[in-house]
Every structure is written in structure tokens, then in C-alpha cells.
């Protein structure tokens, strides 16, 4: 080749990728000719498609002595390809994808979508005015902007592009086209053709999730069940979305039982549960949701509530019930009670040999109930039979052997009966240990307002066994308030009724007041009493007022009754002529109360299997009052009357100028007109909801009329007086096969069905 009139020879070494230039003539070259040679060298690419990237050029001296200079190092970037889109999220033969992207925690993906370009792209063009929607869909408050773009020049480049949809229409399978002439590199290249973008998967599965009526056919978990492993199944409607169930309990998910669904078809999966998936005893909450193949979850099902009961708990109290003689020692005809911390099955065959008698007593049980065809309570008093031992061994513990707890757990118990009686000496009389078993009504109507509050409060404590000179301490929300030491002006020993004044002081701001009790003599100190709640307005008035008449039942459930497993199929209220009757519509003849084990409160539960007795009436307490504008909107919910009900019905009521209420929903069965003087259509639907709302208004609001007897609405204060109309708890479709169990709370508020 020759440069500027000189010959040089060329030569290339390809295994080592380097030309060699050599003079023609020989003779050496002067600088300036060797400089001519360099200058003149051009790179050219003899590849059909060339790859972007930098290259580097090396050149170095030989002299006749072969000495070799330094190399002089020359390097370019090569820019030569067309940018385009590439897929980040599927398959190298899948559409070009946006990489969606669940941003708010919905457990659906979509609300933030990536897309990628191979190399940056200038920013300025990727807006939301030069991507086009397909579909009709449009951008409305929808953006895009760059991720982590570079400054070059003027222009701002970028690989990544952030979407987010706002009130976008964009959906699964919407394409977001930038023309080819938008796609600019940092070399100006543009693409060779339009870059279409195709969201993914983004829509939840539309398909909730219901969980089983029952869980261990009685909703209990015991530790056999737990060990031999419990299959629970949660139905849902089959679809080709469906891809994964994922499971929780109590909101958690149990990682590792995410399962696929095998098909389209596909519409019930089952949890397996071990022993260990279920942690500590107490109240579980059992949901699941279903996940699509691109990750979106669909809507999370109702928990659904049971028990898991590890054991029969291992202690119990005994007290003196009646002592029948005057000896100063526990013998024959005496009655004991045995107090458990939960309800069991106690019979004969458990009690120990000789100790209660030579022949074996037969436990009786105290607010029982029937579970299965056996007898459960917390409470069982024994009668000492001939030849009884426990008056000698009062010190000494026993064991009951294989009691039975609800769950179907099996264990033996532990007795202590030390702190049963007080023996003052030799002969001198037997003396009972003491307790306190209940407050009486506080204020009449347990609401304390400003005027009572400033003039003192009394209390009424209900005790058992005490006598004058024992001590009474009062606690509110758990700290010690007061001290009475029983005497002739404050203890009526024939009634057991202690009486003291709670100042103004005490109460504190508006709110609501928890009271316990125990009472104690020398070294013995009781057991704290049963709660009472009382509801402190000093700075409002309370909706509870007697002077908004007889409009509503307000109670507090503590004092229905004094323990788990008392019946209730009646309620006495201070305003009412009558106690109001309670109907179960599910086929039990009547609720039973329950102590919850979460808070301690108590509530009702359904069930069919149950033969109940009667409530008796002082030991429930009810109060009529409903504020005007509680009656115009009234919403059921957790703080008023809510059951966790398997069939999520929502029932509605909206009733405007003359016009009857809407509908009446049970899962897929609406029932219109459910107001009228009539009532629906049979059979009549109950209270059967997770939520109830009442909102009426209009000149003619004093035409709806309750059902069942109930009186018409008062125009001028928007009240129904449901006075004659009883109060229906339960399902009348759910069929006697349904099970119920929730919390009542401290309101009921009556509605068409309600009071």
C-alpha cells in the first residue's frame, strides 16, 4: 500500500490479531511518513449486523535491532445498532412485556408497571402522549418517567421506565406502542421498527374463597386431632385463573402450605395442618386467597374461627359450698364445689377413692350444658358421702384422673384444697373462705352521667361466705381503688350484700370503667369477682337516658350471667313490662352464653345439639334507651350486636318517603320488601348479616311498620317502639343443620325483626 508516495508491505498474524507494515524500499522512513501511515489506518466492520461496544487499538515501533516501543493505545465506542424493546419478565418467545409490579400491598400486580429498552433511550420522547393505548384505554392520571436516566449532552437517556396507573384504564393484555422514530439512542440511532409493549397479567382472581361450616365436626381442636393432622377444606369457584391457593392463620401465611391448583376444573383445596402449624393454644383464624400465575391475590376469605385446646388445664379450685353441721371439720353432707378454668366432663369414675367417700360421690354439675349427649361445666359441686377423708387432709392435694374438656382432650387435674376453709381452732365453729361473686347494676343503668357522678355512686357487691371484719378491695381496670372492711352499716350478712360509695374522683373522665372485686380474711385472699363494665358520661349525654323511652335494649353481656354454660333464652329489661324472648332459628332450642377466650368477655353461641334451660332473670340486666339520631341511621357492627356468620349475608334496609326497603341479601338469594305490614315471603328471613344498616327518612317515615307486631315509627323522632316483637337470633335458611357462634355486644338496637 502506499501513503503520501511511499510503499509500505503488509502483513497480519492472525493468531495474534496484529498487522504488520513494513517499507518497500528497505531504507527507514522518517517521522513524518510513519505518522502519514497511522492517520490513514480505517476500521471497518465486515459483519452483516455489527455489535455495539467499544474497541481498542494498539501500535507500537520495531527498529532494525528489533526493539519494540511502547504501545500507543487508541479506543472508540461503537454504536451502530438500532435500540428496541426487550422482555424482562417472560419468555425470550413471549410478546415484549411490561414488568408488573405490586406497589401499594394490594397482593395485586399491575398498579406499577416497568418497561426495558436494550440500551438507554432518549427520555424526552417516552411520555405518555407518544405511547399509544390500545384498546380505547387511556392515560387519565396515569405516568411515566425514567429510572436512574444519564445526562449526555442536552438529553436525558434511560434503559427503564416507570408507569404508574392512576385512574389509567390500562388492563391485562393492554399494548403500549412507541413509534420507531421515538426510540433514540445515545449514537441518534432510532429503531428499525415500532416498539410494542403488552401488559401482563394484572386482575385478581375474581373467585373468593369460603371456608368449611365446621372444622373437627364442633370447631375444637384437640392435641389427638392436632397430632394425627386435620385436613381443613376451602371450596371457591373453579376457573383457569385460579393457578395457587395460599393459606393464613391469624393473618399470617403459612409459607410453606402455598399450594398449586391442579386444574381449571378445580373448586376445593385442602390444608393439611400438623400439630406445629398451630402454635400456642387459643382462638385461630383460618383464610385463604387465590393467587393467578403472575402473583395477583384474590380476595382474602372469612376467617374461619376455631379452638385449638392443647389440654385439659391441670389445676382446679375447691371450695366449701355448704357446710352442713356445725362441726368445725369437713365430713359427711357437706358440699363442695370444684371450680375448673375451663368447662369439663367430671363423673364419679374420676374422683378419687375414700377422699369424697367410701362410696364415690356423683359429681352435679352447675350451669351445665350438653355437648354430643355429655354434660359440661366449669362448676361441680360433690356432696360428701359416709366415710370421707377430706377433713384430715386438708393440706394435702389430689389428683382428679381423666376429666374431659369440650375439645375431647383427656388429663388429670390437679386439686388443691388448702385454701378451702379457715379451722380457727378447736371447737370453734367451721369457717368457709369468702369470695365475691358479682356487682349489682351501677347507676341503675350502668352508665354513670355527670349529675350522678357528682353526687357519689353506690356499689352492691354480691358475696359468698363473707362475715363482718373481712376486707373488700375494689380495682378499676385493674388497679386498686378502694378498701372496705365489712361491718353492720355496709354488710347485710343474711343477703351476703356488701354496699360502699365510689366519689366523683374515682370515676374520671368519660369512658369506660372495668370493676372487679376479691375479698380477703387473715391470710386468705379470694379470687377476683366477675367483671362489671360501666360506661362513665359525665361530659355528654348518654344515649342510654330512660327519658328516650323504650326504643332499644341496652346490656351489658357480663351480666347475663355469672359463668360459661348458663342458658339464655330470656332477657329482662328495667323499661319493659316482660322479658324479651329469645327464638334461635337455627333448631337449638335456645343460645347458651360463652366466655371468650381472647378478652374474657362473655357472648352467645348457637349450636343444635344443646337442650338448654332457662335464663333465670336476676341474673341478667337489660336497659331501654336509643338517641333519636341512632334510630334514623343505626349500623350492627363489632361494638353492637355481630355474629361470624358463614353465610355473609349483608342486609340492607333503605327506606325513603313512602317507599319499602330494597332487598334483603343471603348469599345468592334476594328477598324483596322485606318491611310491611306483612312481612316476606316465607320463611321469613332472620338477623342474618355481617352487617345491618337502617337509614330512614321522609315525610312518610311513619308509615313503615316493624315486623312482627312491632309499632310504627314516630315521624317528628324518627323511633320505632318494638315493645311486642320478639327478638330473633339465628338463621331461618341456613336450615338446622348450621352452626353459629358470636359476640353479642353491649347494644341492641331494634329493627324490623329486632325487638
Known amino acids: 500500500m502506499t501513503v503520501g508516495g511511499v510503499t509500505w508491505n503488509l502483513g497480519y498474524d492472525s493468531a495474534t490479531r496484529t498487522f504488520t507494515f513494513t517499507p518497500g524500499s528497505g531504507a527507514p522512513q522518517t517521522t513524518a511518513n510513519t505518522l502519514d501511515l497511522i492517520q490513514a489506518i480505517q476500521y471497518r466492520n465486515s459483519a452483516g449486523t455489527p455489535s455495539d461496544g467499544a474497541r481498542t487499538f494498539g501500535f507500537t515501533l520495531i527498529d532494525h535491532a528489533l526493539n519494540v516501543s511502547a504501545a500507543a493505545v487508541a479506543s472508540m465506542v461503537l454504536n451502530a445498532a438500532q435500540p428496541f424493546g426487550i422482555n424482562k419478565s417472560g419468555s425470550a418467545m413471549s410478546p415484549i412485556l411490561a414488568e408488573a409490579v405490586d406497589d401499594n400491598g394490594d397482593g395485586v400486580k399491575g398498579d406499577v408497571n416497568y418497561l426495558y429498552f436494550s440500551e438507554p433511550v432518549k427520555v424526552s420522547a417516552v411520555t405518555t402522549s407518544n405511547l399509544v393505548l390500545s384498546g ?48 433514540i439512542d445515545q449514537g441518534g440511532y432510532s429503531a428499525t421498527a415500532n416498539v410494542v409493549f403488552t401488559l401482563p397479567d394484572m386482575v385478581a382472581p375474581t373467585s373468593s374463597v369460603s371456608p368449611p361450616l365446621t372444622i373437627a365436626v364442633d370447631n375444637q381442636v384437640s392435641s389427638s386431632e392436632a397430632a394425627a393432622g386435620l385436613g381443613v377444606a376451602f371450596s371457591f369457584t373453579a376457573s383457569a385463573d385460579n393457578a395457587f391457593i395460599r393459606y393464613y392463620l391469624n393473618g399470617t401465611e403459612l409459607t410453606g402450605k402455598r399450594a398449586p391448583i391442579p386444574t381449571s376444573s378445580t373448586a376445593a383445596m385442602t390444608l393439611n395442618m400438623a400439630a406445629a402449624d398451630w402454635g400456642t393454644a387459643g382462638i385461630k383464624g383460618l383464610s ?21 385446646d392443647s389440654g385439659v388445664t391441670g389445676t382446679a379450685t375447691l371450695s366449701m359450698s355448704n357446710n352442713a353441721g ?30 369424697l367417700g367410701t362410696t364415690k360421690p356423683t359429681p352435679s354439675a352447675v350451669d351445665s350444658f350438653t355437648l354430643s349427649g355429655s354434660v359440661y361445666a366449669k362448676n361441680w359441686t360433690v356432696t360428701l358421702a359416709a366415710g370421707a377423708t377430706l377433713g384430715s387432709n386438708l393440706s394435702t392435694p389430689f389428683t382428679l384422673t381423666g376429666v374431659l374438656d369440650t375439645a375431647g382432650n383427656s388429663g388429670n387435674v390437679t386439686v388443691s384444697p388448702s385454701d378451702m376453709v379457715t379451722s380457727p381452732g378447736a371447737g370453734l365453729s367451721l369457717l368457709i373462705n369468702p369470695s365475691v361473686k358479682f356487682f349489682g347494676n351501677v347507676a341503675a343503668d350502668n352508665v354513670v352521667n355527670a349529675a350522678e357522678s357528682s353526687t357519689g355512686v353506690a356499689l352492691s357487691l354480691r358475696t359468698s ?8 378491695r375494689l380495682y378499676m381496670d385493674g388497679q386498686w381503688v378502694q378498701t372496705l372492711t365489712l361491718s353492720a352499716s355496709n354488710f347485710n350478712s343474711s343477703t351476703q350484700t356488701a354496699t360502699l360509695n365510689m366519689a366523683a374522683s374515682d370515676w374520671g373522665a368519660s369512658g369506660t370503667r372495668v370493676l372487679t372485686a376479691d375479698i380477703a ?13 360501666v360506661y362513665v358520661a359525665t361530659d355528654v349525654a348518654h344515649w342510654s337516658s330512660a327519658s328516650l323511652g323504650a326504643t332499644g335494649l341496652w346490656f351489658d353481656p357480663n351480666s347475663l350471667a355469672q359463668d360459661t354454660g348458663t342458658s339464655v333464652t330470656a332477657f329482662s329489661a328495667l323499661n319493659r313490662a316482660s322479658p ?23 357472648g352467645m353461641y348457637f349450636d343444635r345439639t344443646n337442650t338448654m334451660g332457662a335464663l333465670t332473670l336476676s341474673n341478667s340486666s337489660m336497659t331501654a334507651g336509643l338517641s333519636a339520631q341512632k334510630a334514623v341511621f343505626v349500623t350492627f357492627n363489632s361494638y353492637d350486636l355481630a355474629f361470624a356468620l358463614e353465610e355473609k349475608g349483608i ?26 305490614t306483612s312481612g316476606p315471603a316465607s320463611p321469613a328471613p332472620a338477623n342474618v348479616f355481617t352487617q345491618t344498616e337502617v337509614n330512614i327518612s321522609g315525610p312518610n317515615a311513619d308509615n313503615v311498620q316493624g315486623y312482627l307486631n312491632g309499632a ?5 323522632i324518627k323511633q320505632v317502639d318494638f315493645t311486642n316483637a320478639p327478638l330473633v337470633l339465628g338463621s331461618a335458611q341456613g336450615g338446622n343443620e348450621r352452626q353459629m357462634n358470636g359476640l353479642i355486644g353491649d347494644l341492641i338496637i331494634a329493627d324490623n325483626k329486632a325487638l
Request: charged share 10%.
Open 136 to 183: 380505547g384505554a387511556i392515560w387519565g392520571t396515569g405516568t411515566v418517567e425514567a429510572v436512574s436516566p444519564l445526562l449526555l449532552g442536552a438529553d436525558s437517556y434511560a434503559s427503564k421506565f416507570k408507569i404508574t396507573q392512576g385512574s389509567s384504564s390500562m388492563t391485562t393484555g393492554t399494548t403500549l406502542t412507541l413509534s420507531s422514530n421515538l426510540v
Open 288 to 308: 385463604a386467597r387465590l393467587e393467578d400465575a403472575n402473583g395477583n391475590l384474590g380476595p382474602a376469605s372469612v376467617a374461619k374461627s376455631v379452638n385449638y
Open 326 to 355: 356445725a362441726s368445725s371439720t369437713v365430713d359427711a353432707g357437706d358440699v363442695v364445689q370444684f371450680r375448673f378454668a375451663e368447662a369439663v366432663n367430671l363423673t364419679d369414675s374420676m374422683l378419687p377413692s375414700t377422699l
Open 465 to 472: 361466705f363473707a362475715q363482718v371484719g373481712d376486707t373488700v
Open 521 to 533: 380474711r387473715a391470710s386468705y385472699t379470694s379470687g377476683l369477682s366477675n367483671q362489671r363494665t
Open 580 to 602: 324479651v324472648t329469645l327464638t334461635n332459628m337455627s333448631g337449638a332450642t335456645g343460645p347458651r352464653l360463652i366466655r371468650d377466650a381472647i378478652n374474657g368477655n362473655s
Open 651 to 676: 342486609f340492607r334496609i333503605n327506606a325513603i318517603a313512602s317507599f319499602s326497603l330494597q332487598q334483603f341479601l343471603y348469599g345468592s338469594n334476594v328477598r324483596t320488601s322485606y318491611w310491611g
Open 712 to 716: 310504627a315509627m314516630a315521624a317528628s
